[in-house]
Each structure stands twice: as C-alpha cells, then as structure tokens.
C-alpha cells in the first residue's frame, strides 16, 4: 500500500515568491493534516480536512497561506508571499478516520527554503 | 489549549533502558501518542494510551496516568537505530493531536 506522498521535497525561493506543495493521502483515508514543523521542534497543526471541508483552520495564517482539498482527496497548500520565516518543513498526514486510534500517518515532508 | 512538556535531550547506552517522559495540561483527553522520528524523516507511530496503565509492544512500552497528566515511553535494550527523536502528542475532545517539542535520544556504544 501506497504511504503519504508529498511533492516537491526541497523548495529553495526567495521571498516575497509564492510556493505550493502537494499532497496524497492514503487511498480511503478521509481525514487529511498539514503541520509545519520546525527544527528542533514538533509540528504544529495548520489546517484539518474532513473529506473537502476544514473542519479546523484556525492555527493557519491566512492573510498568505491558503489550502483546498477539492475533491476529498489530494490537498495543495500555498504560501503567497513567502517570508523569510516561513522555512520549514510542511509535513501533510492522513486518517482513516474515527474508527480506529486515530493514528496519524505522515509523508515525508516538504522543505521550504526561503532567502 | 494544549501544553505538553518533555525534555529537550536524553542520552543512554546501547543496550540499556531509557524512559522518556511527558507531561501534559489539555482543555480535553481523548488519547495520548507516541511517535518515533529520526532526522530528515517522517514522524512513525509508536503507541497509543487512552486508558490508564501499561501499554507493552516488543522494546517499547508506554505509560499513561490521566489523573497526574502524565505518560512515559520506555525504551528496553537499546540499539543505535533507535537514536531519533521522540514525539508525545496528546488528542483533545475534537480529535486534533497537539504535538510536544520532541526528546532527541542519543544512543551511543
């Protein structure tokens, strides 16, 4: 079976550019994250998908990041313009749901660069 | 909100015992996590607590009191692989897990 698949895994931009990552969840999973993490911290929710809806955003800035889940299932999240403190890396995540632990499963990232 | 508390580093030997702990304040308690995530990559599940007591799986083992807010994940005979930092997320009433700052263990010879 297919894990979280993220793209790209390396950005470098400088700022004031914008930048998307992707991501695909685990086939059948309807709950979808995007954390961002920093270094030598842990990650920090950004937005929550239930299906398309976010069922929780209240931790993602929205005046420059945006995200969409449109048809349930893949999920791009976008920062425009980007600053110079929005290196990291964005780390999406997937759930089946409310039926099992709730454990979450995690792709391997996405590290933004921003000069 | 959510605060949750571990240390920042441990070290230990291979082949010893380690315990790492967690502390944690929530509005609301619906499970506790562990994941394992060593450098450059993706956080990987450990265990999860959501009833008081002893959780074992092979090496690993995790603890959790919600009367004291307090979990613990032991880690028996220690291999270098297991050099990797250590992840306690603690879920609340909306199913959101809320991620402590991580505990980098060292293992060395």
């Known amino acids: 079976e297919a894990g979280v698949v993220q793209s790209p895994r390396y950005k470098i931009i400088e700022k004031k550019q914008p930048v998307a990552f992707w991501c695909n969840p685990i086939s059948g999973h309807n709950t979808l994250y995007w954390y961002l993490q920093n270094l030598g911290q842990g990650p920090e929710l950004l937005i929550r998908?239930?299906?398309?809806?976010?069922?929780?955003d209240s931790q993602l800035p929205k005046d420059r990041f945006s995200a969409e889940r449109l048809k349930g299932v893949d999920s791009t999240l976008k920062i425009q313009p980007a600053e110079l403190g929005d290196s990291a890396v964005y780390l999406c995540?997937?759930?089946?749901?409310?039926?099992?632990?709730?454990?979450?499963?995690f792709g391997e990232g996405s590290r933004l660069t921003v000069l | 909100g959510q605060n949750i508390d571990q240390p920042t580093e441990m070290t230990a030997t291979e082949g010893a015992i380690v315990q790492i702990n967690c502390t944690y304040q929530?509005?609301?308690?619906?499970?506790l996590f562990w994941y394992q995530q060593h450098a450059g990559e993706a956080p990987t599940f450990l265990s999860y607590n959501v009833l008081d007591g002893l959780e074992e799986k092979g090496r690993f083992s995790s603890f959790l009191s919600r009367s004291k807010g307090y979990s613990y994940l032991l880690l028996k005979e220690l291999q270098m692989k297991d050099s990797a930092s250590y992840l306690c997320?603690?879920?609340?009433?909306?199913?959101?897990?809320?991620f402590g700052r991580g505990t980098s263990l060292i293992v060395h010879p």
């Open positions: 929530t509005s609301g308690f619906n499970g």
């Open positions: 998908y239930e299906n398309e809806e976010a069922v929780d």
């Open positions: 995540a997937s759930s089946p749901g409310l039926t099992n632990t709730g454990e979450l499963f």
């Open positions: 997320a603690v879920r609340d009433w909306g199913d959101i897990p809320t």
